[in-house]
């Protein structure tokens, strides 16, 4: 998903830059209200980036100029909402792209709309309807974070074909070969990240409970 340094077009680079910046600065005003309210909260936060780091670290190659990997999203939005988890994303991608060479500086817009922006409102969405609805909460997770998984590879290959446009088939033709390049390592990898999602919330719930009720209040119920 992490498009690479240098790979899109400069327009497409400010432009997904500019659409990105405003979903990033409101979500530094949230996460600061946040720590200043409950500043508690601290650990979980650094726990739920390194989630997300270390998931969407484990790039394998797919397209050309991008790879196929988890995100790690869903569990951070699940926590602390997409608007902070808005910033963690940027936060990840920014250190990806300087220690590991993993997406880039001048594709960091792009990359965090996608992920960041795009993967954490489509889990937040989810889990609300999920939990609204009466689902289990364990297929609740599982859905949030499988199904923001695969939102993200969907606006990556709309943002390539964007930028590189089928001589025949267009913008439409480019974004259903690059979607159905994607879904051959994605799709295996998105049932795995909501299934890991799922292990991982419960291991918390099991041995930090009272913090974990304390950021997420719908946590407290027994898993249904």
Same mark, same amino acid.
């Given at each position: /998903?992490?498009? /690479? ?19 990033? +600065?409101? &979500? ?19 726990? %739920? ?8 670290? /484990? ?12 995100? &790690?999203?869903?569990? &951070? ?20 792209? #300087? ?8 594709? $960091? &817009? ?8 795009? *993967? ?9 309807? *999920?939990? +609204? ?7 609740? #997770? ?20 964007? %930028? ?30 909501? $299934?890991?999602?799922? #292990?991982? /919330? ?11 009720? *304390?950021? #997420? ?8």
């Amino acid at each position: /998903m992490h498009i /690479m340094e240098g790979y899109l077009p400069a327009a497409h680079c400010i432009g997904w830059g500019t659409v990105s910046l405003p979903f990033v +600065a409101w &979500g530094v005003k949230k996460l600061s209200d946040r720590l200043r309210d409950d500043p508690e909260s601290r650990l979980l936060l650094g726990a %739920a980036g390194g989630f997300t780091f270390v998931l969407s670290a /484990m790039k394998l190659p797919s397209v050309t100029g991008s790879c196929s990997h988890p995100t &790690g999203i869903g569990f &951070g939005t699940v926590l602390f909402g997409p608007w902070i988890m808005s910033v963690v994303g940027f936060v990840v991608l920014v250190f990806q792209a #300087l220690l590991l060479a993993h997406g880039g500086l001048t594709t $960091l &817009g792009a990359n965090t709309f996608s992920m960041a922006i795009a *993967g954490s409102f489509t889990a937040w969405a989810i889990w609300r309807v *999920g939990r +609204a609805v009466g689902l289990p909460l364990n297929v609740t #997770l599982f859905l949030a974070a499988s199904v923001s998984d695969l939102l993200t590879y969907c606006v990556t290959s709309l943002q390539l074909a964007l %930028a590189f446009p089928d001589p025949v088939g267009g913008v439409a033709g480019a974004a259903v070969k690059f979607l159905g390049v994607f879904a051959i390592t994605q799709v295996p990898l998105a049932i795995s990240e909501g $299934l890991l999602t799922v #292990l991982v /919330m419960n291991l918390l719930r099991s041995h930090a409970g009272e913090a974990i009720a *304390g950021v #997420l209040p719908a946590l407290k119920e027994a898993g249904r």
